[in-house]
């Protein structure tokens, strides 16, 4: 079945640690995105990518970074300098890079202890 | 700043009725608009998807758009205790906006479908 993989589903981790989130698809999809999700809060784009070796940086973007080696894998790492990391990150993609029709991976729950 | 602007809610229904649930914008150029469900602890899934003025239907789902009044509903008919999630409203802003088509995102409303 197609679709967009994110692991892990629960991260714990200590302050000041970096964290790499996976996200990987086989939706032949060019377009893929990394939100973050507070409560109160709504979506919130971190990066997006159009296409391979190619990204660009959402709305808050400061402490995050993101690399797109390949069309299927969109990997998110959280660094020491993302102040308040706890959260919940969805990963998501579509065909296009026109951003309407997203499909959205399971997301992951990190905890900063 | 471009806004999408949802009533919190909860909006509560009885079982079997219809679940209206509104969004306005700011951006009177925006193209194109989405409904999104989010159950509780998951993650949002595309359910409606609307481009021109009118009404759109698929099962129970009929989104309405109206570009004049900046606003899309989502009318949701014969409702059912598995209806109840936060629905999210999300736009497409103007093509001239001197953005890159990053979707705006309403913060949702809560529906409750009571059995």
């Known amino acids: 079945d197609g679709g967009i993989t994110q692991s892990p589903k629960y991260l714990f981790r200590k302050e000041g640690q970096n964290v790499t989130l996976s996200c990987e698809q086989n939706l032949n999809h060019d377009a893929m995105y990394w939100y973050r999700q507070d409560p109160g809060q709504g979506l919130r784009l971190i990066y997006y990518s159009q296409i391979v070796n190619d990204f660009q940086k959402g709305d808050i973007a400061e402490g995050y970074s993101v690399s797109r080696e390949k069309k299927e894998s969109f990997p998110l790492t959280v660094t020491s300098a993302q102040k308040n990391p706890t959260a919940f990150y969805l990963c998501?993609?579509?065909?296009?890079?026109?951003?309407?029709?997203?499909?959205f991976g399971e997301g992951s729950r990190l905890t900063v202890l | 700043q471009k806004e999408v602007e949802q009533n919190s809610g909860p909006l509560s229904v009885p079982e079997g009725a219809i679940a209206s649930l509104n969004c306005t914008y700011s951006d009177r150029g925006s193209q194109s608009f989405f409904w999104y469900r989010q159950y509780s602890g998951k993650s949002p899934e595309l359910i409606m998807s609307i481009y021109s003025n009118g009404d759109k239907e698929d099962g129970r789902f009929t989104a309405q758009l109206n570009k004049a009044s900046q606003y899309v509903s989502l009318l949701i008919r014969d409702s059912q205790p598995s209806d109840s999630a936060t629905y999210l409203c999300?736009?497409?802003?103007?093509?001239?906006?001197?953005?890159?088509?990053?979707?705006?995102w309403g913060l949702g409303t809560s529906l409750a479908v009571n059995p």
């Open positions: 998501a993609s579509s065909i296009t890079g026109g951003g309407g029709e997203l499909f």
């Open positions: 999300a736009v497409n802003p103007s093509l001239n906006a001197g953005n890159n088509r990053k979707l705006i």
